[in-house]
T-cell receptor
Framework: DAGVIQSPRHEVTEMGQEVTLRCKPI?????LFWYRQTMMRGLELLIY????????DSGMPEDRFSAKMPNASFSTLKIQPSEPRDSAVYFC????????????FGEGSWLTVV | SQQGEEDPQALSIQEGENATMNCSYK?????LQWYRQNSGRGLVHLIL?????REKHSGRLRVTLDTSKKSSSLLITASRAADTASYFC?????????FGAGTRLTVKP
C-alpha cells in the first residue's frame, strides 16, 4: 500500500484565500484523523472520522475550518478565509481499529499564509 | 486537548549513551504508544504497550508502563546519531488518538 497520501505537500497562500488540503487514507482503514502541528502548540487533534462520519470536531479552532469525508478514500480540510496564524503543518492519519490502533501518518501539508 | 505529556522537552546526549524519555497521561487507557518524527516528516509508530503490560522491548527500545502513576518511559539504548528525532507518546482515549508535545532528542556523533 502507498500509505496515507496528502496533497499539496507545500502551499504558500495570501491571507484571505481559501486553502484546501487533501488526504487519501490507507485502503480499508475506518478512522481518519486531521492534526495540526506548530512549534507553539505541538500536535493538535482537529477532527476525526469513523466510517466517513465526523465523530469529534472539538479541536477545530474556528468556523473558518471545515472538514469533509465524502467517501472512504478521500477527505478534505478547508480553511476559509486563511490567516497567517493558520501557518502550520497539517497531518492526516488513518487507522483500522480492529487490527490494533497503530496510526499511520501522511507526510504532511506545509501551509504558509502570508 | 493533549492527553500525554512528555518530558524532558529536549534531550541532548552523546552517541552510545542511553536516552530516557517520560510520558504522563491523565485518563485511563487501553494502550499507550510511542512514535518518532524525523524533521519535516510524519510520525512513525515505534512500539505499543497495552494497559495490562508493564514492560516491552523492541530492539534497542524498552518501554515501561505504570498505570498506577499514569506514566510511561521510553529508553533507547546505545543511541546513534540517526536516533536524532522527536519522540511522542500517544494514548487512545475514547477512540481518538492524542499526542503529547514530544521530546526532541539530539544524539551527537
Amino acid at each position: 500500500d502507498a500509505g496515507v497520501i496528502q496533497s499539496p505537500r507545500h502551499e504558500v497562500t495570501e491571507m484571505g484565500q481559501e486553502v484546501t488540503l487533501r488526504c487519501k487514507p490507507i485502503s480499508g482503514h475506518d478512522y481518519l484523523f486531521w492534526y495540526r502541528q506548530t512549534m507553539m502548540r505541538g500536535l493538535e487533534l482537529l477532527i476525526y472520522f469513523n466510517n466517513n462520519v465526523p465523530i469529534d470536531d472539538s479541536g477545530m479552532p474556528e468556523d473558518r475550518f471545515s472538514a469533509k469525508m465524502p467517501n472512504a478514500s478521500f477527505s478534505t480540510l478547508k480553511i476559509q478565509p486563511s490567516e497567517p496564524r493558520d501557518s502550520a503543518v497539517y497531518f492526516c492519519a488513518s487507522i483500522r481499529w480492529e487490527l490494533g490502533n497503530t496510526i499511520y501518518f501522511g507526510e504532511g501539508s506545509w501551509l504558509t499564509v502570508v | 486537548s493533549q492527553q500525554g505529556e512528555e518530558d524532558p522537552q529536549a534531550l541532548s546526549i552523546q552517541e552510545g549513551e542511553n536516552a530516557t524519555m517520560n510520558c504522563s497521561y491523565k485518563t485511563s487507557i487501553n494502550n499507550l504508544q510511542w512514535y518518532r518524527q524525523n524533521s519535516g516528516r510524519g510520525l512513525v509508530h515505534l512500539i505499543l504497550i497495552r494497559s495490562n503490560e508493564r514492560e516491552k522491548h523492541s530492539g534497542r527500545l524498552r518501554v515501561t508502563l505504570d498505570t498506577s502513576k499514569k506514566s510511561s518511559s521510553l529508553l533507547i539504548t546505545a543511541s546513534r546519531a540517526a536516533d536524532t528525532a522527536s519522540y511522542f507518546c500517544a494514548t487512545d482515549d475514547n477512540n481518538d488518538m492524542r499526542f503529547g508535545a514530544g521530546t526532541r532528542l539530539t544524539v551527537k556523533p
